[in-house]
């Protein structure tokens, strides 16, 4: 499977990286498409953008406020949407380090899950120079994922709402 094109605005402050999107968001060709998914809900309490509104208008608002969407991810052989059916040895990582190289506003990086946040050290972090690298805030935080439901949705938005003043 193949990860979408990176959703940027004219200021991207703040990066959000998925790992891969799951099947729902793939065939409806939108991020975080699943409707159990709490990644627009968060947005809307840390942003306050509507998940009701249309997705473009949406990823409108998102960038708005200085935000961004990607995955670390640009291919993987994986069953299914979880995280964890990812077979390691398919991963194919996206051109994140020249993303950076190029989009110098990205001050921070906020990976949606641990499994985005290790592909990142796994595949892109080495391909940083260290200057770059060190002007980076990385967040790892809380996937918004129905199926990481060890956490509730309460700590999961205190975590999240880190980003509110990093896109100001």
């Not at 990860?3 to 991020?31: K, T």
């Not at 608002?61 to 994986?78: S, T, Y």
């Not at 260290?130 to 975590?159: I, Q």
Request: glycine share 6%; hydrophobic share 45%; with cysteine.
């Amino acid at each position: 499977m193949q990860s979408f094109a990176p959703r940027l605005g004219r200021r991207c402050r703040v990066l959000i990286l998925g790992s891969m999107p799951g099947a729902r968001s793939l065939s409806a060709g939108q991020y975080y498409a699943h409707p159990q998914n709490q990644f627009w809900p968060t947005m809307q309490a840390v942003f306050g953008v509507d998940p009701a509104l249309p997705y473009e208008r949406r990823m409108a608002r998102l960038h708005a406020c200085g935000v961004g969407l990607w995955d670390v991810l640009r291919g993987c052989e994986r069953r299914g949407s979880l995280d964890s059916a990812i077979a390691a040895e398919s991963e194919e990582p996206n051109a994140i380090a020249e993303l950076l190289a190029q989009r110098r506003d990205i001050a921070v990086i906020a990976f949606n899950g641990a499994k985005a946040a290790q592909a990142f050290r796994r595949h892109v972090a080495a391909q940083i120079p260290p200057p770059r690298l060190d002007t980076l805030s990385l967040h790892a935080l809380p996937s918004t994922s129905p199926a990481h439901a060890s956490m509730n949705r309460d700590e999961k938005l205190r975590r999240w709402s880190i980003l509110a003043a990093a896109a100001d």
